[in-house]
């Protein structure tokens, strides 16, 4: 029998145009707040933005079976793309207005398999290093009882946000 998930999301133009004309602190607060739509990735894979301050974001998400991979676990780009929203948040979340990050890379050590019988995991991002143009960043995946699931570090370029012309 199959399963079916239905999910909405947002014009992510209205983010995209909403990041760079305030401070990523500010941004990252509305997004939490609501006053900003979810990004459509935290939709895809059902995640949210729990709690955010300079140089710290963390995200949560319940795993289910429509992530597992062919062997019945959470699939590893789930776990990646939770670590990465952290890890680059923790960046963003530091970045005056007019500025903004991409990830350069992104190192993962899974340590745990994950299941839907894990229950709700929190995905912990901290700036270890901010610079003008990189920033390096880390989070942890932690489950209820804060055993260690996974762990990524990020190397992220800052640039300025391109101004419209007209």
Not at 56 to 70: L, Q
Not at 86 to 100: D, I, K, R
């Amino acid at each position: 029998m199959g399963r079916t998930r239905t999910y909405h999301w947002e014009d992510p133009a209205i983010l995209a145009d909403a990041a760079g004309g305030m401070a990523g602190i500010d941004f990252l607060r509305e997004v939490r707040a609501g006053r900003l739509p979810a990004p459509p990735i935290g939709r895809t894979v059902d995640f949210t933005l729990d709690e955010v301050e300079p140089g710290r974001a963390v995200f949560s998400m319940t795993p289910g079976e429509e992530h597992y991979n062919p062997i019945g676990s959470v699939h590893g780009g789930v776990f990646a793309t939770l670590l990465d929203s952290a890890a680059g948040c923790a960046v963003q979340s530091t970045l005056p207005e007019g500025m903004a990050y991409t990830s350069l890379d992104l190192t993962v050590k899974f340590l745990r398999r994950i299941t839907a019988d894990t229950g709700t995991v929190r995905a912990i991002g901290t700036l270890v290093s901010g610079g003008r143009r990189t920033a390096l960043a880390q989070a942890q995946l932690l489950d209820a009882s804060d055993r260690l699931l996974a762990h990524a570090t990020s190397s992220c370029l800052i640039f300025p946000v391109p101004r419209p012309q007209g």
